[in-house]
């Protein structure tokens, strides 16, 4: 029987929604008017304290002190001036080479070192931090989370009272209503936060062009990030504060941030002593993760090096390595797996890979490892397995293409980097160590192509070090100029 009522029940809902969010609005300390805000401050703060530490846990504190305490004073000095000076705020730089900086509920913010490298002038970090302050003061996390709820809210009441709204399909729609209300408010959150940072910095003695600085450099690093992804065939990781165009070419962002009155909106040429601070900064993957240097990984714990192709791209990931062709044709895969028991290579294959259909098996002394390499078939056609025991581990390096037709064109290149593992010479455990940041002046002989070259960033080392010193792309540096460089 059809519904009589359908109106009568929307309206019904709709009163009933709005009387759930009337109550959940609280006052925003910065703007002073009600917002949607289904968290108090006692829970949002709590949910900083929670997780505060599961932030630690993933991404590690920085070890070096005096850069945390330098870090930590610019935050407190520009938190004095913040619409919540009662909250007690903890900044952390952490041990990340992602180019990020963020911040929990309640006050606690993060910089990563991956983002400091990139960072000319103590104005430029103090832009970053009180972007990020400004998002804790005008509690936008708090106003997502509420919203999240308040789009679930309205489903459960909505299913409750109308039937049709608890099929699969009502259920995606209100999610996706639900989702575009959260995302619809990225832009105007980062535009706030860019004020109130502007805001802060102003009333800290920072001038108000440093944060168009930094977003620009952001802005640029993010290109690069695009562009290199998009040959290495994986997502991009951005920082969330960058918009999709370049700050220089954004009016609305321009007018916001000019806004704020100044008396000098010119930031300093060169913060020699900023610079000065960050020499010695870890720059890209730590020891404890392995260093890329060209198409060599070495890795200093687990001792052990192999060399990859010449011009594949090779990405270290948490679980493992993954090198691919230049063409994305074929891929390169390098994992671990602890022993546990005195058994062969073979025996590995067959008790933990479980493989048994073997082409061309053969047993192999790689620089004195044992090791077994085989071909297989999988669901993609064929691929090249090669297993080398190792310090009480399994490495097991896997070779694919996705066209079954150019596996053995690409064959003899799995094997070679597969032949190449070896322990670390005492040279190579120098290279092991992870890259640091450096300072050099630049004259006639200290090009930006010449430092790329010693820096052995591999093939975009040219316009890795113009991102670093603001030169991006293809600026030339001015002579007596102090660079940043890669040691």
Request: charged share 20%.
């Amino acid at each position: 029987m059809p519904d009589r009522f359908p109106i009568a029940k929307l309206v019904f809902l709709a009163l009933l929604f709005s009387l759930q969010l009337i109550q959940g609005c609280s006052v925003n300390p910065v703007s002073g008017q009600a917002n949607l805000a289904l968290i108090s401050e006692q829970q949002e703060i709590r949910i900083g304290r929670e997780n505060h530490p599961k932030v630690l846990a993933q991404y590690h504190r920085y070890p070096d002190e005096a850069l945390q305490k330098y870090i930590s004073d610019i935050g407190q000095k520009l938190a004095m001036h913040s619409h919540r000076t009662n909250l007690i705020y903890r900044f952390t730089l952490l041990d990340s080479k992602e180019v990020n900086a963020f911040a929990l509920p309640g006050g606690y913010i993060y910089i990563t070192r991956g983002l400091l490298a990139y960072l000319n002038s103590e104005a430029e970090l103090a832009a970053v931090l009180g972007h990020e302050i400004g998002h804790v003061t005008a509690r936008h996390a708090v106003r997502q989370i509420s919203a999240a709820r308040a789009a679930q809210l309205g489903y459960q009441i909505g299913a409750l009272f109308v039937p049709e709204m608890r099929t699969q399909g009502a259920s995606q729609l209100f999610n996706i209503l639900g989702s575009a209300l959260i995302s619809g408010y990225g832009r105007e959150h980062e535009l706030e936060a860019d004020q109130l940072g502007v805001e802060y910095m102003e009333k800290s003695g920072y001038p108000s062009s440093a944060m168009l600085s930094v977003l620009g450099l952001l802005k640029d690093q993010e290109t690069f990030e695009v562009q290199l992804a998009k040959e290495e065939h994986r997502k991009p990781h951005v920082y969330h504060g960058v918009f999709a165009s370049h700050p220089d070419n954004d009016t609305r962002l321009q007018n916001v941030i000019q806004t704020q009155p100044s008396e000098d909106n010119l930031a300093a040429p060169q913060d020699l002593a900023f610079l000065e601070r960050l020499k010695g900064l870890t720059f890209g993957e730590g020891a404890e993760e392995g260093v890329l240097r060209q198409n060599h990984f070495y890795h200093l714990d687990m001792n052990f090096s192999l060399e990859f192709p010449e011009g594949w791209h090779i990405q270290n990931q948490p679980d493992g390595l993954v090198a691919t062709a230049p063409d994305g044709e074929a891929s390169l895969t390098v994992t671990a797996e602890d022993l546990n028991l005195k058994i062969s290579p073979l025996q590995f294959i067959h008790d933990r890979l479980h493989i048994r259909n073997m082409i061309s098996p053969e047993p192999l002394l790689i620089h004195g490892l044992r090791a077994y390499t085989l071909q297989t078939s999988h669901k993609q056609g064929m691929q090249r397995l090669t297993v080398i025991f190792h310090q009480s581990k399994a490495f097991i390096i896997t070779g694919v293409t996705k066209d079954p037709t150019l596996f053995s064109s690409h064959d003899h290149y799995f094997l070679k980097t597969s032949k190449s593992f070896h322990s670390l010479s005492k040279d190579e455990r120098v290279l092991a160590n992870a890259r640091k940041l450096d300072l050099v002046k630049a004259d006639s002989t200290h090009a930006i192509e010449d430092l790329a070259i010693s820096s052995q960033l591999g093939p975009h080392a040219k316009e890795i070090l113009e991102l670093l010193n603001h030169l991006y792309p293809g600026k030339s540096p001015q002579v007596g100029q102090w660079l940043k460089t890669v040691r």
